[in-house]
């Protein structure tokens, strides 16, 4: 396993950095399949993961592979992106929250991760962007990512502009939950790991499976979803506090 991905387990949380800073940790596919099972096999043992990258930005994107001489059939391509789709993907199944720190920049693959987690806090240095459609490439791979956590007028502007965004625009298209200074980045981060920890264990979770499903059904659906989950978490012992 490469240092390219940094992990700590402390207590309750899972903590993974993404860590090639002289790259603006652009991520290779080999960073996203590890991301991916890391994501996957948290749930078996942390209340949480924290998701973050070393140095002055987030993740500007993915790391450039080899130049291809001839271009790859419809199937070879689709096999090759899987990786990428696979990640996004553990961000949804993973049964625990994420809580993402976005510091500098967010492209790409950065600002879908930024996206799917649970929580994100950006700094006010933060920028944003998709910018597939400038670099010649049909982006809905990216968009895949923001179909079930952002608006359409906002996906659509991010697509067809390109456009950096700052933090104020990507707490109002819901990229982000909170906005800080970069001095209070680290103290905003323990607050919100705090007042999950400080929630019963099935109570953060059934809010993430809540909220994974019920976006997608229709309005009776979704009461009658709540009135089931609601009634199965709330008569856990696990809900009751121990001294």
Do not use: W
């Given at each position: 396993?490469s240092?390219a991905?940094?992990?700590m ?7 993974i950095?993404l ?6 940790n ?8 590890q991301l991916?099972?890391?994501?996957l ?7 949480l993961?924290?998701l973050?990258g ?16 001839v271009?790859p059939e419809a199937?070879q391509r689709?096999?090759s ?6 990640c ?6 993973t049964?625990i929250?994420i ?8 492209l790409?693959f950065?600002?879908?991760l930024?996206a799917l987690a649970d929580i994100?806090?950006?700094t ?11 670099h010649?490439?049909m ?5 895949s990512?923001l179909?079930?956590?952002l608006?359409?007028?906002a996906?659509?502007?991010?697509v067809y502009?390109s456009q950096i965004?700052?933090?104020?625009r990507?707490?109002a298209?819901g990229?982000v939950?909170?906005?800080?200074a970069?001095d209070?980045a ?5 607050r919100v ?6 929630a019963?264990?099935?109570a ?8 994974k499903t019920a976006?997608?059904m229709?309005v009776?659906g979704a009461?009658?979803?709540a009135?089931?989950l609601h ?5 856990s012992s696990?809900m009751?506090?121990?001294s």
């Open positions: 396993m240092d991905i940094l992990t387990a402390d207590g309750p949380i899972l903590r950095t860590n090639r800073p002289d790259a603006g652009g991520a290779t596919d080999e960073m996203a399949a991916t099972h890391l994501l096999d948290a749930g078996e043992r942390y209340r993961v924290v973050r070393a140095g002055d930005d987030f993740c500007t994107g993915r790391a450039a592979g080899r130049a291809r001489v271009a199937l689709r096999r992106t899987e990786v990428i789709f696979d996004y993907g553990a961000f949804r199944k049964p929250p809580v993402c720190l976005v510091q500098g920049r967010a790409g950065g600002c879908a930024a994100t806090i950006a006010e240095d933060a920028r944003f962007q998709v910018p597939e459609m400038a010649r490439i982006p809905t791979m990216v968009m990512s179909i079930d956590r608006p359409r007028k996906i659509s502007h991010l502009t965004i700052g933090p104020e990507a707490l298209f990229i939950g909170d906005i800080v970069r209070d680290e103290a905003a981060l323990e790991c705090q007042a999950i920890l400080d019963p264990a099935p953060t979770e059934g809010v993430k499976e809540y909220l976006m997608q229709d009776q009461v009658d979803f009135r089931n009634a199965t978490i709330n008569s696990e009751k506090r121990t």
